[in-house]
């Protein structure tokens, strides 16, 4: 009987150790900042919206076409677009995140420049890509 009451004892204390360090466990900055802009992307991008309406990919169309976003609207989309929008947010958090490294730069003036000019070029990109979709979707007919 001994035995087993020494077995609990080390064993809660084994626990005790555990939840410990559980506590003082932190996460890194980085992966906590890619968690926060992942799920950013997702929400912004419509992935709300593509889990609960199970939108169709792509729509065929007269003279062999294929339609992968949804015109006249801004109410419906395919999925296609969504993860194209999903892709031009990521390319844009980039531009911004790299914007950001640059500041660290402040020695090196040529480094801090390409990461710079890199992030202009990214936030550039994105903001078109997004306006390009969006000039399609209400293009008259």
């Not at 889990?51 to 609207?73: A, D, G, N, T, W």
């Not at 911004?96 to 640059?102: G, I, T």
Request: charged share 15%.
């Amino acid at each position: 009987m001994p035995k087993l009451g020494r077995a609990f004892s080390s064993f809660s204390h084994h626990l005790r150790k555990v939840f410990k360090r559980m506590r003082t466990l932190k996460a890194p900055k980085t992966l906590v900042s890619a968690i926060v802009i992942s799920i950013a992307v997702f929400l912004f991008g419509g992935g709300v919206y593509d889990i609960l309406e199970k939108p169709v990919s792509l729509i065929p169309v007269e003279q062999q076409r294929i339609i992968f976003y949804h015109p006249y609207s801004v109410f419906e989309q395919f999925l296609v677009e969504s993860v194209i929008a999903m892709g031009l947010y990521l390319i844009g958090a980039a531009g911004l995140v790299l914007a950001y490294k640059s500041t660290k730069y402040s020695r090196k003036p040529r480094q801090a420049f390409i990461l710079l000019a890199t992030a202009i070029l990214l936030l550039v990109v994105s903001y078109l890509g997004c306006s390009w979709m969006i000039n399609l979707r209400m293009a008259r007919r």
